[in-house]
């Protein structure tokens, strides 16, 4: 292996400094390195969309990311949603709302996929977010109680819709 | 008692953690000084194992240990037939079970043959190169016919042939009744499977702790207690030595309760030798090739009918892929089998399967078990009896739906809980009518179809009737406590993969007790916790563990009457359980709280009184002796464009009927997902193998998963049939909404289609290549 590279990152607003094998995925750093288990790992391929981060506020695959690629940019993970005492931020609020997630293991990615969806686009209908949504799989919901919780969280539905 | 959470859309318990990150799934488990593990597998679908050298790879740095067979001694074993067959007199069944690590002989690509352990899983990864396995390759058995053939080679040489089982199963007399028949329709069908796909792959992490001589596993199972009582039992450790942790699991759907996996045998095996926790987890490629994956079966069916369209009888011979092994047993054509029946009245059935041995993954249950492939062959000769008799498609089902004065109905042959196929209860025709109502059937073909039609759409609905069995034994059991801070605790050894355990079965415990459903703190899938119960399947868990929940729940409240009323001075009959206080009912008094009811239930000091326990805990168990039958209508509209064969669906309905609903919400929620993964198996889903069993599409690049765009909104309505087979009266759901997607599918796009284009369509899955190749040759037929 190479000589380990040096990456100074900033991961939901903490900045760590660390030195890292040159391979090591972003994946891997953020859940083994730093301890942040709520990023998932689905398919190692950037297909699945479980491992979705905000990189620079954009949506990116951290599985198919290096670590080294991360120095000098800010991460937010799925641990970075709710306020410190563990409220739930009116998206994840609005999944628990209309059952949008079952296993609950493609949640993560759903969600960091959805705040830069509906930071750029607060009042989508509903194709649009199934556009938004359709690069993440999930195998549990049919995906239609997470479009239900996404027109909650954009005032678009009531919340006890049924 | 009232159930006052039961019929509400009550939000689930689990999602605060699920949603912010904080849930515990299997790879999240890292400990000081972890190993992580690799796995040597066979390139090769078929062959003799000649050598492996695995110098190299020790030599590596980082790497601690390397495993082969011979590494394993006498731990090198066949795993144990997890299901035994049902005693269907005359059955043929050859069990043949896999080793942890392959010795003499490869089966399947991707079979287990070497084991590595390392201080990381890159250099694990790395190592995996350095192992070099010779195998002198043996044609590989690919297809269900071919394997049949004489001279063709054997997967597993000390049989006769590649049969694994064979199977009769009669009621009635066919042949009288077909010659009874004004019609006869036969054909072919094939239905096939794919992958379960759960997100989350599977994992394994064990921590062997040599001075307590404890052993933990974190299980990605669906089955942790007899994952335990196994590996204590092959590890020579006593049963309360391990521990075994079904944490959050990122979806089921079956393959998640095979047992043994070679990795659940070695991963604890190795952390005793080397006294450091160890952890593997599954890659998406591994899941593809070393996770169940259920696939197809081809049929050969007739039905006979009178001219007035009614079943006279069905005949139905099939071959069933059981893939490299059969550890699973004949669940999956069993249910084949029973499951074709549906809501029909079938006096004669002659049903008879030949599960053959195949050089790919093995075959375990995926969603649905074989009861898609049963539906199938059902409903398209309905189908096709209906356009023979001119008889309409709804009518003809009608005609032979099963009445409500007909329950419980016994269909005279064996279900896969070695039970006879006994439905509990069920009330189909206002379901079909109901369905065909919403969905505007009648309207549709009388007015709306013709007036697109002429406007160059080619648009059509199908219409389905199905029954799903749920809720089989053997058991499971729950134990509720209340704890002196008032918190009401629930443990029962059914592990969660999504499906809502932490809610419903805290509503049954809080409906029970007079609590809030937050109140119930639900504890599944550690041994620690319950260690009796068999595990999450055949859409059992609110049925079985629910109805034990419900039981251990009353038996605590008959404890909190009994001491409420000796201290409260009144006639429990006069006491009632709200707001998690026990009062005189009428009084003022606020009574006792449950918290201090606990504390008073275990002293310090005094005594507890002969005849009774100590706390307010209870544990019970439910066993059924069979299953409760739910039952349900699917219905779809779709548009195919004639020049692509794209389908699009228009309009998805779900019209089901699973006894008593707990919680609505959740019931739509697995409904949903259900049909997604049915119309993922309907039209694009596939796993591809080539002519030596090779997997062509092992990754979500290739293998394609519905998405968000290609799943449409999905309409449903609840009947509710209680069943009299539990006292809540509740069926299972889990897999309802797979079971007919593939037929209504199949009939919605010939409809579409039109009489004219000479569509048929009786295979599953449909790719649109499929289809667009179907409908170009019959219209060259035609031509």
Known sequence: MGANVRVDVTVNGTRHRRDVEPRLLLSDFLRQDLGLT???????????????????????????????QADGHEILTIESLAAPDGTLNPLQSAFRQAHGLQCGFCTPGMLMTLTAFLRDNPKPDEPQIREAISGNLCRCTGYQHIVHAVQIAAGTRAEDAE | MTRPSFGQRVRRNEDARLLTGRAMFVDDVNLPGMLHVAFVRSMMAHGTLKGIDAAAARQRPGVVAVYTAADLGDYCKPGPVLVNPPPVPGHVFHGCTQLPLAKDKVRYVGEPIAMIVAESRYVAEDA??????????????????????????????????????????????????????????????????????????????????????????WDTTQAPIPIRNGLAKMLGLLESQVRVVAPFVGGGFGPKIMMF??????????????????????DRQENFYATTQERGQVHEAEMALSKDGRILGVRDWFLCDTGAYDPYGLTIPINTQCTLLGPYDIPNYETEF?????????????????????????????????????????????????????????????????????????????????????????????????????????????????????????????????????????????????????????????????????????????????????????????????????????????????????????????????????????????????????????????????????????????????????????AMIVEVDPETAAVEIKRYLVVHDCGTIINPL?????????????IGNAFFESLVYDDQAQLMNASFMDYLLPTATDVPPIETAHRETPSPFNVLGLKGVGEAGCIPTGAVFAQAVEDALGPGAGVEINEIPMSPNQLFELMHVSGKERA
Request: aromatic share 6%; hydrophobic share 40%; charged share 20%.
């Open chain 1, 38 to 68: 709520g990023t998932h790992v689905g398919c190692e391929h950037g297909v699945c969309g479980a491992c979705t981060i905000l990189f620079d506020g954009e949506p990116a695959r951290a599985c198919i990311m290096l670590a080294a």
């Open chain 2, 128 to 217: 995996l190169a350095d192992v070099i396995v010779d195998i002198d390759p043996i044609d590989a058995v690919v297809d269900l016919e071919a394997a049949l053939k004489p001279g063709v080679p054997l997967v597993h040489p000390h049989l006769e042939s590649n049969a694994a089982a064979h199977v009769v199963q009669r009621k009635g007399d066919y042949v009288a009744a077909r010659a009874k028949a004004d019609i006869v329709v036969k054909r072919r069908f094939l239905y096939d499977r794919g992958v379960a796909a759960a997100i989350e792959n599977r994992a394994v992490a064990v921590d062997w702790d040599p001075r307590a001589e404890e052993m933990t596993i």
């Open chain 2, 354 to 634: 030949t599960s053959v041995f195949t050089n790919k993954p093995i075959v375990t249950p995926v969603r649905g078990a074989g009861r898609q492939h049963g539906v199938f062959v059902s409903e398209r000769l309905l189908d096709i009896a209906a356009r023979e008799l001119g008889i309409d498609r709804v009518e003809i089902r009608k005609r032979n739906l099963l009445g409500p004065d007909r329950f419980p109905h016994n269909h005279e042959i064996m279900f896969q809980d070695s039970a006879p196929l006994v439905y509990d209860s069920g009330n189909y025709l206002p379901t079909l009518e109901q369905a065909a109502e919403i969905i505007g059937y009648d309207k549709f073909i009388r007015e709306e179809q013709p007036r697109l039609r002429a406007s160059g759409k080619r648009v059509g609905v199908g219409i389905c009737c199905y029954v799903e069995g749920t809720g089989i034994g053997p058991y499971e059991g729950a134990r509720v406590t209340v704890e002196p801070s008032g918190t009401v605790r629930c443990a029962t050894g059914v592990g969660t993969q999504g499906q809502g355990h932490f809610t419903v079965l805290a509503q049954i415990v809080a409906d029970a007790l007079g609590v809030g459903v937050e109140d119930v703190r639900v504890v599944t899938g550690d041994t620690r916790e319950f260690h009796w119960g068999t595990g999450t399947f055949a859409s059992r868990g609110a049925v079985v563990a629910g109805s034990a929940c419900h039981a251990a729940a009353m038996s605590v409240r008959g404890k909190i009457l009994d001491l409420g009323s000796a201290i409260l001075g009144a006639p429990a009959d006069n006491l009632e359980l709200s707001g998690g206080r026990v009062k005189v009912a009428g009084s003022n008094d606020p009574g006792i709280a449950f918290g201090d009811l606990a504390g008073r239930a275990n002293p310090l000091r005094g005594a507890v009184r002969p005849g009774t326990e100590p706390g307010l805990e209870s544990t019970a168990y439910f066993g059924p002796d069979r299953g409760s039958t739910a039952s349900g209508v699917h």
């Open chain 2, 261 to 282: 996996y070679p990795e659940e045998l070695l991963l604890p095996w190795a952390a005793m030798r080397l006294h450091r926790p160890l952890k593997w987890t599954e």
């Open chain 2, 666 to 678: 959740l019931v739509e929620g697995q409904i949903h997902g259900g049909v997604a993964h049915g």
